[in-house]
C-alpha cells in the first residue's frame, strides 16, 4: 500500500494541520508487495530491506525496512514499524516477529538472530552510521532517514507530537512530521541524524512523511541500543 495518488503542495509555509490534512484520505505506507525469493544477509542494519510473507488469505510476500538494533535484557531485536510486523510471522534471514503496536502508536519487535554488534543505520554510500543514542530533535533541525526504496535522504523536522489519520480508524498519535518524501517499502526505516536515533517510518508521501519518536519505544521495552 502506498500513500500515492494524493494531492501535491509545496510544503514552504504550510502549517503541519494543513499538510496533514492532505493525508487523511491516504493509506498508510505498509510493507510493499513483492516478488518472492529475497536473498538472507549477514546482518541486519538500519535502512536495510526486511522480506517476510503474509500469512493472510494469498499469501503475500511483503518488504519493510529495519529500524534499530535494540536490546531487552540482553536479547537482540530489530526496531520497526508496527504495521509491518502486523504482516508475517518470519523475517527472512533475520528471525521471528515479537510484537506489534499499530495503530495509536506504530512500532514493533523482530528476534534479530542475524547478526551481533553496535546498531548502526545503512548509508548507501558503502558505509555506516553507528547510532549511540536516542534524541528529540528540535522543530527546523536537519534529520536523514535510509530506507530499502528511497535509500538514505535527508530533509528538516517539521512538528513535534502530530497526530496523523491514515483512514479506517488507523491513527497514530506524537509523530515527528519531516519533509523528506518516502515511498513504499520504506516504512520501519530509522530517522536519525550523525550517531543520534529519533524514530521509525510510520508512513507518508511524497512530501511529508511522520516517523514513530524512538526514545518512548526503549522506555516501553526497557531497551537499549544495541
Not at 53 to 70: H, K, L, M, Q
Not at 149 to 162: E, F, P, S
Amino acid at each position: 500500500m502506498t500513500m500515492f495518488g494524493c494531492s501535491r503542495r509545496k510544503l514552504a509555509g504550510v502549517l503541519i494541520a494543513s499538510v496533514m490534512a492532505t493525508l487523511l484520505a491516504c493509506p498508510v505506507v505498509s510493507a510493499a508487495p513483492s516478488a518472492v525469493g529475497a536473498a538472507q544477509q549477514p546482518a541486519v542494519n538500519g535502512g536495510d530491506a526486511m522480506y517476510t510473507v503474509s500469512p493472510g488469505p494469498g499469501r503475500e510476500p511483503y518488504y519493510c525496512s529495519a529500524g534499530f538494533a535494540i536490546l531487552v535484557k540482553d536479547v537482540r531485536y530489530i526496531l520497526t514499524a508496527g504495521h509491518c510486523t502486523e504482516h508475517g510471522l518470519d523475517w527472512q534471514g533475520i528471525g521471528p516477529n515479537v510484537d506489534t503496536h499499530f495503530p495509536v502508536t506504530d512500532y514493533g519487535r523482530v528476534r534479530d538472530l542475524s547478526g551481533s554488534g553496535h546498531s548502526q543505520v545503512t548509508l548507501y554510500d558503502g558505509s555506516t552510521q553507528r547510532i549511540l543514542r536516542a534524541g528529540i530533535p528540535q522543530v527546523g533541525q536537519r534529520v536523514c532517514k535510509s530506507g530499502m526504496t528511497t535509500k538514505k535522504t535527508c530533509g528538516k523536522v517539521l512538528g513535534l507530537n502530530q497526530t496523523v489519520n491514515y483512514g479506517k480508524d488507523k491513527q497514530v498519535v506524537g509523530t515527528i512530521a519531516t519533509d523528506i518524501p518516502i515511498e513504499s517499502g520504506d516504512s520501519g526505516g530509522p530517522l536519525f541524524y550523525g550517531g543520534v536515533g529519533y524514530g521509525v517510518l510510520s508512513g507518508g508521501n511524497s512530501q511529508v512523511s511522520f516517523f514513530q519518536p524512538l526514545r518512548p519505544v526503549l522506555a516501553a521495552y526497557g531497551a537499549t541500543l544495541a
